[in-house]
């Protein structure tokens, strides 16, 4: 019995042992997770450790306006505006740091400058090769941060002509200095050259001559595409895209942030790609900046569904004649081939054959229409009719153009404010959150974010600078190299038409031959989007 006590006490001993070595090296596995964690705290609240993410983003950084509707961002913001030539910052912070709000942030001068030394003129071989052509009497403030952001997106050749403000010296100057930029000025040459253009003694235009104001761009636009596409063609560009200045493509869908990208993947056997067009929703009457300052756009009724458009159709439209303020029929992107022509300034055609064309699914068209106040007055300027129902339609091709320019000619300038923030200023949160849930309306930041970067990287400034530094004697001729080739596009067939109609002079006659023999369709003007009486026709038809 001895002997077993013994051994039972010494077994009992050694259990004793072990058990009290697991409990100290438990209870040290546990205090130096805990001792490790307090040191980082302790260290990170004396401001010891930096967050290379915080470094990077700044928290005195700027948020983009309209953030707060968003289901995406916080309910707090703060917005701001600004010219392009100048960074403005103001604090804001947020608990929820979401895609939206990163790409919301402007890096200040201490953080990243994402296109700081970026070469936009660089010779690489690039492919496809897109070129934009666009008519533009803007000034240079508009005009600069829309040309580099579509260069940031894989545009490379720019084809403007240019009137008014934008035909100014401090203004072409700087735009002949950056590479891939061909200004072409409104001269009497220019206007005769056009004026023997075949596009006269062709009909699918015809309905468009001798009218004012908006008829009248329309027909220059038209006469402008016709000679960048020889312009284009003489330069090997690939495809060739007309925008007006108020315009941004959105290439979503594409495997990168990129219209290059997104043409790359186009079938070889597509002649044509069209973008449906987003239309920008103000929420505010005092934007400076539409690109910099306006986030919220309201989707083309291509990109939604049938039910959710028709559906909130009447909220959607806000009393206004359209569910878009201007235009919904979108833009194209044109394969440059031979026989090409305008068909008006929203698509183009093909004098041998009818294009084959897509349309994509989730790229777009940002039109940034009506975004000012002044829009109202300054449209109103450009046009010399009559402010009465029947003398307007001379003028303008939609109906809110209409109407927008006959309270702009009658009506007192809080008259005035008071329609367009009815019409045109989204100001119901409550309904701009249904619809954003809904996805009738949509946050972008991409576009913003871009050329905000771009502003505070110097860009637009050096451009300028760089034109002051180095000045360029202005050119007499209308800045095409090769006049005759281009002669020879823009007025082949002429002489067979003119054999067959008589008189040099009877273009009248001529027109009306070329129809009889050959009756083409008209071009393709601004449309509305469908409403309620598109939607009768269609189920009845």
């Known amino acids: 019995m001895a002997g077993y006590r013994s051994a039972s006490s010494s077994s009992a001993a050694g259990g004793g042992g072990a058990a009290a070595f697991a409990t100290r090296v438990l209870l040290l596995l546990t205090l ?50 600004g010219s392009y030539f100048a960074v403005s910052s103001a604090s804001s912070s947020s608990a929820a740091a979401d895609c939206a709000e990163i790409l919301g942030r402007s890096a200040s001068s201490h953080g990243i400058s994402l ?32 040309l580099y952001y579509h260069k940031v997106i894989g545009v490379s050749h720019f084809i403007l002509f240019v009137e008014g403000e934008a035909a100014k010296p401090a203004v072409t100057s700087v735009l002949e200095s950056i590479r891939g930029v061909k200004i072409i000025y409104r001269t009497k040459e220019l206007k ?10 062709e009909t699918w235009l015809s309905g468009f001559f001798y009218k004012p104001c908006n008829y009248e761009l329309f027909v220059k636009q038209s006469l402008n595409m016709e000679m960048a596409i020889v312009m284009a063609r003489e330069a090997g560009m690939d495809w060739i895209i007309h925008l007006d200045t108020d315009e941004l493509i959105h290439p979503a869908g594409a495997r990168e942030y990129s219209l290059r990208r997104l043409l790359l993947d186009v079938p070889d056997n597509v002649d044509m790609v069209i973008f449906p067009n987003y239309e920008s929703s103000v929420e505010r009457d005092d934007i400076k900046d539409p690109f910099t300052e306006v986030s919220m756009f309201k989707k083309n009724y291509d990109h939604l569904p049938k039910d959710t458009y028709f559906g909130l159709y009447k909220e959607a439209t806000r009393g206004n004649p359209n569910y878009f303020l201007t235009y919904g029929n979108g ?70 153009d209409r109407l927008a320019f006959i309270i702009a000619s009658t009506a007192t300038e809080q008259e005035m404010r008071n329609w367009y923030h009815e019409h045109v200023v989204w100001t119901d949160k409550d309904t701009n959150l249904k619809l954003l849930r809904k996805g009738v309306l949509t946050r972008i930041y991409a576009p913003m974010a871009i050329i905000r970067g771009l502003k505070e990287s110097g860009i637009f400034t050096a451009a300028v600078t760089s034109a002051k530094a180095h000045p360029k004697a202005k050119s007499s001729t209308i800045g095409l190299e090769n006049k ?39 071009a393709m003007p601004p449309m509305s989007p469908p409403g309620f009486l598109e939607l009768v026709e269609t189920a009845l038809s």
């Open 331 to 400: 833009k194209s992107a044109a394969r440059v081939q031979e026989h090409m022509r305008p068909n008006g300034a929203h698509r183009w055609h093909n004098y041998m054959k009818t294009p084959n064309e897509i349309k994509l699914e989730e790229a777009a068209i940002l039109h940034y229409t009506y975004t000012k106040f002044s829009d109202l007055t300054s449209r109103r300027d450009r046009c010399g009719c009559k402010p009465t129902k029947e003398d307007v339609k001379r003028c303008f091709i939609l109906e809110f």
């Open 484 to 522: 005759e080739s281009i002669h020879a596009n823009v007025t082949a067939a002429r002489s067979t038409t003119l054999k067959e109609g008589g008189s040099d002079n009877s273009q009248a006659t001529a027109r009306k031959i070329l129809k009889m023999i050959d009756a083409q369709e008209e």
């Open 115 to 146: 296109y700081r030394g970026w070469s936009f003129d660089s010779d690489a071989a690039i492919t496809p090769k897109i070129c934009i052509t666009g008519s533009t009497s803007a000034s240079l403030h508009q005009i600069l941060p829309w």
């Open 192 to 201: 005769e050259q056009q004026d023997r253009s075949r596009i006269w003694n």
């Open 32 to 81: 130096l997770p805990l001792a490790l964690a307090a040191f980082a705290f302790a260290l990170q609240w004396r401001g010891g450790m930096r967050d290379p993410t915080g470094a990077a983003w700044p928290a005195d950084t700027q948020r983009f306006p309209g953030m707060e509707n968003s289901p995406l961002g916080s309910s707090s913001s703060q917005g701001s505006g």
